[in-house]
Nanobody, 131 residues
Framework: QVRVMESGGSSVQAGGSLRLSCTAS????????VGWFRQSPGKEREGVSC????????YYIDSVKGRFTISRDNAKNTLYLDMNNLQPEDTATYYC????????????????????????WGQGTQVTVFS
């Protein structure tokens, strides 16, 4: 049975930092693309970041580039999201996801955060940023 579990959500003042963690079990973690999504009330879920292999260039949505860093520790079956300079618009429930889909651009493989790109999801962890 595959289990994905997020942790690390909290309330933080604007400009602050948080680290989210995600542990996965029941799958060969190193073989999976993993990513972070978020959803706030009244908005659609959006893909924040994903990483295929540690050596691959991660994907980030434009609004978090330069502020968020995704990383993975395959030995610990754990995915991280380091979030710096948090802003109120980052307030959302953050979800971790794992999947086996990847894409090829002719020189390297990469992941996407499309609605069907991931198979396993966590329950989410709440991040609230107040000004």
């Amino acid at each position: 049975q595959v289990r994905v579990m997020e942790s690390g959500g909290s309330s933080v003042q604007a400009g602050g930092s948080l680290r989210l963690s995600c542990t996965a079990s029941g799958l060969a973690f190193a073989d999976y693309a993993v990513g972070w999504f978020r959803q706030s009330p009244g908005k659609e879920r959006e893909g924040v970041s994903c990483i295929l292999l540690s050596a691959n260039t991660p994907y980030y949505i434009d609004s978090v580039k330069g502020r968020f860093t995704i990383s993975r520790d395959n030995a610990k079956n754990t995915l991280y999201l380091d979030m710096n300079n948090l802003q109120p618009e980052d307030t959302a429930t953050y979800y971790c996801a794992a999947g086996t889909r990847y894409y090829w651009n002719g020189s390297h493989a990469y992941c996407r955060t499309g609605p069907t790109d991931f198979d396993y999801w966590g329950q989410g962890t709440q991040v609230t940023v107040f000004s």
